[in-house]
C-alpha cells in the first residue's frame, strides 16, 4: 500500500524526514533509513518519519517493519488521519510503542482502521529519545499477514503533448484527461487576475497569447477573470469579459487551447453569475475545441469563515452542488467541451472530490500547487484520487511558496513536473504579470504587454517555467 520501495533499495522516495526542532536530528537513506539524534525533544512526533496512505473504515492492515538501535529504546509507530488539524490516529487503540534492540527485529502490528481516510500518514516518531534508530523493510498491507516491502506500484510513463497536433476535442476516460482519443497532456500559462490591470490586466492582449504559442511552445493560456475583487466581474462585466474574448480568440488563431477561469474563491456565493456567464462563454464558443471551462478556481472556506483553515474549509458538497447546477447550464449548451471543477482548500484535496466525482461526460478536477508549500503530502493527494479514476488537471501552479512570493524551490518544482509528466497532467503556470513577487514570469518594469519577451526579460521562475513548457 505504500508506494515507495520499503527496502530503501531506490533510496528516500516518498518517505519524509520531519524535524520540528533544528539541529536535534539528521535522516540518511542508504538501503535503510537512519534517524541520528543529536538531542532529545519535548514531544515524540518532533523528530518523525512520515510517508502518505490510504486506509478505509473497518479494514485490518498490517504495519510491518524492521528496526533496531544505537541502544535499547521505544519509538511510537501511528497512522495519524491526514484530514485533521490534531493528527488524530486512525488505530482505535492508539500508537503501537515497540521496544528496540540492538540487532535488527522484524516487527508486525495488526489493526482494523477506526475511519476512512484517503490522506492519512504512517508515522514513526522518535523524538523522546536520543538514540539513533535504524528502519528498513517497511511496508502496510490490507490483513493479517506481512507483504514484500519491495514490491511497490508500476508509476504511468507519460506521453506529453508530442502526439497532440493541432487542437484536438478533448475528452475523458477514467482518470485521463485524452486530446483526439489518446493520452497525453499540454503545457501552458495562466495570466493574472483580469481584474488587477497593472499587475496582469494589462496583459490580455494577441501579442502575449502569440508570444506564447511562437516562442515558448505553449499548447495552453488561461484567462483568469477577477469575479469579485475591485474591477472585477460583478462590478465591471464588460471590461472583464472582453480581456477574457481577447484571449480566446487569440488562442483559437494560434491553435491553442483556452482555459476561461471563474477566478473566485467563493464561486457557490455567486451561483447565478457564473451560470449566465458561462452560458454567454457556450453560445459563443461552445463549438470550439480549444476552450475550456474552469467554473471554479479556487474554494477556500465560507465567507462566514473568521479563520480559514483544513477544519473549516468549504466543503466538497457545497462545491459539488454548485458545480452540478454550473454544468447543466453549460451542456444544454455546449454537450461535450471539457469541464474543470474546483476542489476543497484552494484545490488541494482532489481526494475528498474522488470520493464522490459527479456524474457526466467530460469533466476533470482541479489540482494546485506551489512548489515551496506544497509537496509529497499533496502528491499523495493527488494519487489517492488517481487511484479512484477522476481525471486532473492542474489549471494554476507555482515555483515559489502558496503566497505567490519567495524564493524558488526548483527541486519540488522538478518532483511536481515528473509527476505531472508522468501520470498525463496538463499544467498551466501562475502567472504572465510582473509584479514584485516570485511568481511573476516577467521582470518588474519589462513593459511587455504585447508579448516579444526576451529572455533577459524573465524573472528566475520565469526561465525556468519557459524551460519545461518548451520540452513538454
Not at 25 to 41: M, P, R, Y
Not at 66 to 93: F, H, L
Request: proline share 4%.
Amino acid at each position: 500500500m505504500l508506494e515507495t520501495d520499503g527496502t530503501l533499495a531506490k533510496g528516500q522516495g516518498q518517505y519524509i524526514g520531519s524535524v520540528s526542532t533544528p539541529g536535534s536530528a539528521v535522516f540518511s537513506w542508504n538501503n535503510e533509513i537512519k534517524a541520528t539524534i543529536s538531542s532529545v525533544t519535548s514531544m515524540d512526533w518532533h523528530v518523525q518519519l512520515i510517508h502518505a496512505i490510504s486506509v478505509t473504515q473497518g479494514q485490518q492492515y498490517s504495519i510491518c517493519f524492521s528496526a533496531k538501535g544505537e541502544a535499547s529504546r521505544t519509538i511510537g509507530v501511528n497512522i495519524d488521519q491526514g484530514g485533521t488539524p490534531g493528527y488524530d490516529s486512525v488505530i482505535t487503540e492508539g500508537a503501537y510503542n515497540p521496544v528496540l534492540s540492538t540487532t535488527y527485529q522484524a516487527h508486525k502490528h495488526t489493526f482494523t482502521a477506526s475511519v476512512t481516510d484517503t490522506s492519512a500518514r504512517l508515522t514513526f516518531n522518535l523524538g523522546l529519545s536520543d538514540v539513533d534508530v535504524f528502519l528498513d523493510d517497511i511496508g502496510v498491507y490490507p490483513g493479517a499477514q506481512c507483504g514484500n516491502p519491495a514490491k511497490t506500484p508500476t508509476g504511468s510513463v507519460g506521453s506529453g503533448s508530442d502526439n497532440i497536433v493541432g487542437t484536438p476535442a478533448i475528452t475523458t476516460r477514467g482518470n485521463q484527461v485524452l486530446f483526439g482519443g489518446q493520452p497525453g497532456s499540454i503545457a501552458g500559462m495562466s495570466l493574472f487576475w483580469s481584474s488587477f490591470v497593472e499587475d496582469g490586466g494589462k496583459f490580455y492582449t494577441p501579442g502575449v497569447v502569440q508570444t506564447l504559442k511562437r516562442d515558448w511552445n505553449a499548447r495552453l493560456v488561461r484567462a483568469a477573470m477577477g469575479v469579485d475583487t475591485a474591477d472585477g466581474y460583478l462590478t465591471d462585466p464588460t471590461n472583464n469579459v472582453n480581456r477574457v474574448k481577447t484571449i480566446v480568440d487569440a488562442a483559437i488563431a494560434n491553435d491553442m487551447y483556452v482555459i476561461i477561469d471563474w477566478h473566485s474563491h467563493n464561486a457557490e456565493d455567486q451561483k447565478p453569475q457564473a451560470i449566465a456567464f458561462f452560458q454567454e462563454m457556450a453560445r459563443t464558443y461552445g463549438n470550439r475545441n480549444n476552450v475550456i471551462y474552469e467554473i471554479y478556481n479556487e474554494p477556500d472556506c465560507p465567507t462566514s469563515a473568521t479563520i480559514c483553515g483544513w477544519d473549516n474549509k468549504t466543503s466538497w458538497a457545497t462545491i459539488k452542488a454548485y458545480a452540478v447546477d454550473v454544468i447543466a447550464a453549460i451542456r444544454a449548451i455546449d454537450p461535450d467541451n471539457l469541464i474543470i471543477v474546483g476542489t476543497p482548500f484552494y484545490s488541494q484535496f482532489v481526494d475528498e472530490a474522488s470520493e464522490d466525482p459527479i456524474a457526466g461526460v467530460n469533466i476533470a478536477y482541479t489540482l494546485h500547487f506551489y512548489a515551496a508549500s506544497h509537496k509529497e503530502q499533496e502528491r499523495a493527494r493527488a494519487r489517492t484520487a488517481l487511484r479512484n479514476g477522476i481525471p486532473l488537471f492542474v489549471t494554476e501552479w507555482g515555483t515559489v511558496s502558496a503566497s505567490g512570493d519567495g524564493a524558488m524551490d526548483v527541486a519540488e518544482s522538478d518532483a511536481w513536473m515528473e509527476f505531472l509528466y508522468d501520470n498525463n497532467i496538463s499544467h498551466a503556470n501562475w502567472s504572465v504579470s510582473d509584479k514584485l513577487e516570485g511568481a511573476s514570469i516577467l521582470k518588474p518594469g519589462t513593459n511587455g504587454e504585447n508579448g516579444g519577451w526576451s529572455d533577459g526579460d524573465l524573472t528566475p521562475s520565469g526561465q525556468y517555467v519557459k524551460s519545461q513548457i518548451m520540452m513538454w
